[in-house]
């Protein structure tokens, strides 16, 4: 299985600031032969179901707001939350879709400072 | 739109076997783009990948599970199902049902139900 790791496990940021999330795959999640990552980020607030934010690493689902953003490629990804908004608060999961089976990172929660 | 929603029940004995269902409104289950997966979330830790099932009927499941796990559907009812055997305290967690792109990932999810695992 392809373990993902997350970095921080938790982080408080400050209303307007930057956030930034790191994702680590074990092995790369790059399909050569369409040059796309494999991988998406989901945002989770509290009781609530997991949300897809980005798929292929940096396309934005619909509806979500442009303060997010996704980069990265192979096995190191990024989620940016450009100026955080107090409806950001949750917690944010990387998931590798190259292999199966899909795997999780551990979750990153945001909080604010 | 599309929404899924999961049903069974909230309470298992450890050794028994767990059945849920997920009925998915606003959408064909028979779409041929989709797959329609499970995933867990034990308390306060992260996400586990399950297994996924094609209208078709083709399924695929998470090696951990493989041995434990069936999930099954209906299309004339618009669900799909899962079935986990030999329970133990470990097996409690929020169940959710997803709806999963060919690609791989899931872009709708159902709200989740929780499931624990005590005699």
């Known amino acids: 299985d392809i373990v993902m790791t997350q970095s921080p496990d938790s982080l408080a940021v400050s209303l307007g600031e930057r956030a930034t999330i790191n994702c680590k795959s074990s092995?790369?999640?790059?399909?050569?032969?369409?040059?796309?990552?494999?991988l998406a980020w989901y945002q989770q607030k509290p009781g609530q179901p997991p949300k897809l934010l980005f798929y292929w690493a940096s396309t934005r689902e619909s509806g979500v707001p442009d303060r997010f953003s996704g980069s990265g490629s192979g096995t190191d990804f990024t989620l940016t939350i450009s100026s955080l908004q107090a409806e950001d608060v949750a917690v944010y999961f990387c998931q590798q879709y190259y292999s199966t089976p899909p795997t999780f990172g551990q979750g990153t929660k945001v909080e604010i400072k | 739109q599309l929404q899924l929603q999961e049903s069974g029940p909230g309470l298992v004995k450890p050794s028994e076997t767990l059945s849920l269902t997920c009925t998915v409104s606003?959408?064909?289950?028979?779409?041929?783009?989709?797959?329609w997966d499970w995933i867990r979330q034990p308390p306060g830790k992260g996400l586990e990948w399950i297994g996924s099932i094609h209208y078709s009927g083709s399924t695929y499941y998470n090696p951990s599970l493989k041995s434990r796990v069936t999930i099954s559907v209906d299309t004339s009812k618009n669900q799909f199902s899962l079935r986990l055997n030999s329970l133990t305290a470990a097996d409690t967690a929020v169940f959710h049902c997803?709806?999963?792109?060919?690609?791989?990932?899931?872009?709708?999810w159902g709200k989740g139900t929780t499931v624990t695992v005590s005699s």
């Open positions: 606003g959408g064909s289950i028979s779409d041929t783009y989709y797959y």
């Open positions: 997803a709806r999963r792109d060919k690609w791989g990932y899931m872009d709708v």
């Open positions: 092995q790369s999640v790059l399909y050569n032969s369409n040059n796309r990552n494999y």
